[in-house]
């Protein structure tokens, strides 16, 4: 533990120097990029995927198993979708997720019992989609307020124990306290995050010393990747960064809990700059580069997602930040935008550096929407940089 702390801190005072003595030079080596070319990349990829599912209510097939498409990979496309409609208010947009919520009859996966975090992700989407349509369609939201009441209605706030499970039901829980103004709904989220930061595993799914979080219990210590370091899954991480941005966004900052998540969303991303790679990704492995090393789309999108959120938002230093997350979403359009919209070195579904190996340019995953959620997310916050 000693000497992962001095290593931390060595890395740290290397990455602080070299901003303090190339702030400037770095800042403006890199340039925002054209608001133009942002929404040429985040259209080209979706029409790709739009034209590939033309009908968004089929099954999807990924790892050669049918599953209805109100799964947590397609939610997560929704979630892109709705923020690209956001500074992109293309009416097929709209009509397209409309239509995905009408083909599953606005329900869950598993239906209004379910605990899943997983299952409930759709409902950020569906709380959206009630809010921009007036109030006028009730059913659009049912099934999801009744699920979540379900769960508050019992003593329960252990469900989510890996670090995913943040991202996909946080912000229901947030969206839900607004639209009904019921700061409940805030308390209870907060409760199962808490849980899950510092009770799930054996301490706690994060880990304060170096910042990061422990996708679930199978990997606190005593696990080391090959390196002996501790194993911090990319995606997982950029999980929670997504977690913190979409419930800080619309949570009240006269919430009690705000204060907290601002400070544990400032510390991961604190620990992200020191551990990109010098193509501007991040590998799989944020702590063992030899661990399924290379190029990886998805955590890196979350990471600039966040911290093009925080920049945006005045929340974080944009002189540190900015070149980072440029760097990054420069690599992701030279590396990973092929010319025809589909998304080269995203690792399929799993929970660790291992899971999808290996990747490529080329390499379709088993799942693909949730990688283009991803993208989009970030870059309809990179659009909105000045």
């Known amino acids: 533990m000693k000497y992962k702390s001095l290593l931390s801190l060595f890395i740290a005072g290397v990455f602080l120097t070299a901003c303090g003595s190339q702030k400037g030079a770095v800042a403006s080596d890199k340039k925002i990029p054209a608001k133009a070319d942002v929404l040429d990349a985040m259209r080209k990829t979706n029409a790709y ?25 397609r939610a997560v496309y929704y979630e892109g979708l709705m923020a690209m409609y956001a500074v992109d208010p293309k009416k097929e947009y709209y009509d ?29 989407t569906y709380i959206d989609l009630y809010v921009m349509d007036g109030k006028k ?19 329960k706030i252990d469900d989510w124990d890996w670090i995913d499970a943040l991202q996909m039901c946080m912000p229901v829980y947030a969206k839900l306290g607004v639209l009904y103004n019921d700061p409940k709904y805030f308390e209870r989220n907060y409760q199962m995050y808490a849980y899950t930061k510092y009770k799930h595993g054996a301490n706690g799914l994060y880990n304060p010393e170096d910042k990061l979080w ?36 619309i949570t009240p900052k006269s919430d009690p809990h705000y204060k907290e998540y601002l400070q544990d969303y400032k510390d991961l991303l604190s620990a992200l700059p020191p551990l990109q790679r010098e193509d501007g990704l991040w590998n799989v492995s944020l702590h063992d580069p030899t661990h399924f090393g290379g ?29 980072v997350l440029l760097k990054a979403w420069d690599a992701m359009i030279k590396d990973c935008v092929q010319p025809n919209g589909f998304l080269g070195w995203v690792q399929g579904t799993g929970k660790e550096p291992k899971d999808g190996q290996p990747l490529s340019v080329s390499k379709e995953p088993d799942f693909e929407d949730y990688g283009l959620g991803c993208f989009l997310l970030a870059g309809s916050e990179v659009y909105k940089l000045k």
């Not at 239906?111 to 409930?120: E, F, I, P, S």
């Open 214 to 249: 422990w996708r679930d219990g199978d990997f606190d210590p005593p696990y080391k990747e090959p390196n002996g370091q501790d194993c911090y899954w990319s995606r997982g991480d950029g999980w929670v960064v997504a977690a913190l941005v979409r419930t800080m966004d």
């Open 96 to 124: 397209y997720a409309v239509l995905w919520g009408e083909r599953h009859k606005w329900g869950l996966r598993s239906g209004v019992q379910t605990r899943h975090a997983d299952n409930h992700c759709a409902g950020q």
């Open 49 to 73: 995927f739009m034209q590939k599912w033309p009908d968004p209510g089929a099954p999807t097939f990924g790892g050669g198993k049918e599953r209805t498409s109100n799964l947590w990979t």
């Open 295 to 323: 190029k990886e789309m998805t955590g890196t999108a979350l990471f600039v997602y966040g911290m093009a959120y925080g920049i945006n938002n005045n929340l974080i230093d944009r002189d540190t930040y900015l070149p």
């Open 137 to 155: 369609n009730p059913e659009r939201v049912k099934d999801i307020k009744e699920s979540i009441d379900r769960m508050m209605a019992t003593d």
